[in-house]
């Protein structure tokens, strides 16, 4: 701002303050080629001025390590933001410097109604909470944010809007210095007429961006479509047929700011992509019962949530919570500096609004009379405080239906989506065995959640239809020394899970506690079509504690290693039936889960979603922001210090230098 007010000042003040504008008039050369001309000159002297950052460039392409280097794109993207905004600018100081006849004056007039300008651009970020009560207006003033236009030109991001408010500021700028060079040299009635242009000009300028801010026109120049919505996020967003609802929990550790600016760039061009979606920031200090809510849905500490910031999808009672910390992962570069190690936000995010808005959830089905868990008021458990009440309640939010049938000996009932089995104490019969196989034949989906009440091993009734999905049940209790909890028998993991969709959010990010479980394993031979993944295991220290010569060795107990599974999964890609295997039903039970293993609810969340289809998954790329960082040895290091410090402005003194001595013969 402080160049181009430089630069501006003496466009006209000079010319006014000397006599010489009055003898340009003379000549045949009316006010608007004079101030055009004017504006040219200025403008074309700040593109000198940025003229040596090209070295930049070859440092660049220098120093870079092998394979890596910078796309050309991009830059020239950078550049054409940093001239358009400068010419825009500078149309606006020569307005000032027409304005009077006093150079410092036009100066000062300049930078601050170009600070005052920048300040307004940026309102929705100095002060989201004005931004949020007025959004019309935040988003007409975002419209002008200048700086915000350039950021996005940094990025490969060119938007019909930034040429907009560079075409608009230049036009307006242009005739207010037009009719201000009038005033004193003509009548009052023309003087009048070029400012009522000029207001003229303002609003055709102000109706035209809102036209096109409603096409929300925009070009990624970028080579990897880093700023550009996926295709198959397009088509889920064009799927929408009621609105939904995307709260933003803004982070307050700085840490997470800059991954979040760029959660926030996605959401703002998903909305701009689909009208149905509606954007709002959320606040668990002003708002903490919803805050508490969230933080329970993602199974973290309302602190955390806090701090890290997170993206909730909401339609009706339905929502869908994805912190940032499943969105983004962090490390470190060459340089040990903090970096973004990969961009998962617009998968989950599409992912979510996909859940949320998909088709009518399933009814699941569970089992009764065996001394099953109560999962609902209808499941009669024998169990002394032990329910899956907790579980129950996150899936009727999610608008399943449950139900209990009365008996599936004679076959599942067709409507059950999924089939859960939660923790038997009794094995279910010969014919409601051979129900369930007929079930995942069929292509529906089971969740068999073992029991190890009180440290008993009773079977499940299942044990040879989980071994035709390639699973096994051995009865053993599985313990991990090395992570123990105070809970007696109970160990956590938190970087224990296996690549799969049901456990993709748990790794290294959230822990689970497994109360005396028991072993699952996956067996050698199932068929071609199933392959079971294990879904947690033990770390390396993981046992059997369960005496082995008390176990007969059935399942191979006695072969067992660590780390040593205790949930698995496996879907028949052929039939499509699918299988979830839980080593500990007690483990996702309401009580456990309130001494602080929030997670555990939520995994069983998630293998529900998986089973009946609704988890979904939304390949989507590496859309990752880059940035290109240096590793220099000190001699390339004391190189490009000579180049850039020393050598090129040297290079530009000496020219100069020669250019006066020229100047000074003539």
């Known amino acids: ?44 002297f700040y593109a000198l001025l940025w003229l040596p950052t090209l070295s930049y460039l070859v440092v660049l392409q220098v120093y870079t390590p092998p394979g890596v280097g910078f796309e050309l794109a991009p830059v020239l993207a950078a550049y054409a933001g940093v001239l358009g905004t400068g010419a825009a600018l500078l149309a606006l100081g020569v307005a000032a410097s027409a304005a009077t006849s006093n150079q410092i004056v036009a100066a000062v007039v300049t930078f601050v109604g170009l600070l005052g300008l920048v300040v307004l651009g940026g309102v929705g970020e100095l002060a989201p909470d004005a931004a949020a009560a007025a959004p019309r207006l935040a988003a007409a003033l975002a ?9 996005a030109c940094g990025r490969g991001e060119i938007s019909a809007v930034a040429l907009w408010s560079w075409a608009a500021l230049a036009a307006v700028g242009l005739s207010l210095a037009v009719a201000a060079s009038t005033v004193g040299r003509r009548r009052r009635g023309e003087v009048q007429a070029r400012f009522l242009a000029t207001a003229l000009i303002a609003a055709i300028a102000a109706l035209a961006g809102v036209l096109v801010a409603r096409q929300a026109w925009r070009w990624d120049v970028t080579a990897r479509r880093v700023n550009s919505l996926d ?6 967003l064009a799927a929408l047929d009621a609105p939904v609802e995307l709260l933003l929990v803004r982070p307050t550790a700085p840490g997470f700011e800059p991954a979040y600016r760029e959660v926030e760039r996605l959401v703002a061009r998903m909305v701009a992509a689909q009208p149905r979606l509606e954007r709002r920031a959320l606040d668990p200090a002003l708002e903490p019962e919803r805050g508490a809510q969230i933080a329970r849905e993602l199974a973290i500490a309302l602190d955390d949530l806090g701090r890290g910031g997170a993206v909730v999808a909401v339609r009706g009672p339905r929502r869908r919570a994805v912190a940032l910390i499943d969105m983004v992962g962090f490390g470190r570069d060459a340089l040990a500096a903090g ?56 899936l009727v939010r999610d608008g399943y239906r449950l139900e209990t049938p009365d008996g599936i000996a004679a076959g599942v009932p067709a409507r059950c989506r999924a089939l859960i089995v939660a923790g038997p104490t009794r094995p279910l019969s010969g014919a409601e065995a051979a129900a369930v196989a007929d079930h995942l034949r069929g292509g529906g989906a089971v969740l068999v959640a073992a029991s190890t009440e009180g440290g008993a ?31 007696p028998g109970a160990w956590l993991t938190v970087d224990g899970y296996g690549a799969h969709p049901i456990t993709s959010a748990f790794q290294r990010r ?21 392959q079971p993944v294990l879904l947690v295991a033990t770390s390396a220290a993981g046992r059997v504690a ?121």
């Open 143 to 151: 419209a002008l944010d200048l700086r915000g236009h350039l950021q």
């Open 1 to 44: 701002l402080l160049v181009v007010s430089v630069l501006a000042m003496r466009a006209i003040a000079e010319e006014r303050q000397t006599g010489t504008w009055e003898s340009l008039m003379t000549a045949p050369v009316g006010e608007v080629a004079a101030v055009v001309g004017k504006w040219l000159g200025a403008t074309a």
């Open 546 to 666: 369960t005496p082995l010569s008390d176990v007969p060795d059935e399942g191979g107990v006695a072969s067992l290693a660590a780390p040593i599974g205790v949930a698995a999964a496996v879907e028949d890609r052929a039939r499509g039936g699918r299988l979830v295997v839980l080593g500990s039903a007690e483990s996702l039970s309401t009580q456990v889960v309130a001494r602080g293993a929030a997670a555990n609810e939520l995994l069983g969340q998630s293998a529900v979603a998986w089973l009946t289809g609704r988890a979904q998954t939304v390949d989507v790329g590496d859309k990752r922001p880059e940035a290109v960082r240096l590793v220099m040895t000190t001699w390339q290091l004391r190189q490009a210090f000579l180049l850039c410090v020393v050598a090129l402005p040297l290079a530009l003194a000496a020219l100069g230098l020669m250019a006066w001595r020229l100047r000074r013969r003539a």
């Open 231 to 236: 295709v198959r996020t397009r088509e889920i």
């Open 510 to 530: 959230r822990f689970t506690v497994w109360l005396r479980p028991r072993a699952v394993v996956t067996l050698d031979d199932p068929a071609p079509s199933r």
């Open 457 to 487: 091993l009773p079977d499940t009734g299942l044990e040879v239809v989980l071994a035709t999905w390639g699973i096994g049940s051995p009865r053993a209790i599985v313990e991990d020394p090395a992570n123990p909890v105070e809970l």
């Open 339 to 394: 970096a973004i190690t990969d961009f998962r936000a617009e998968a989950a995010i599409a992912a979510a609004i996909a859940e949320v808005a998909g088709e009518t959830p399933a009814t699941l089905c569970f089992t009764a009379g065996h001394g099953e868990l109560a999962a609902t008021t209808e499941v009669v458990s024998t169990r002394v405080d032990a329910d899956w009440y907790g579980l129950a309640a996150r």
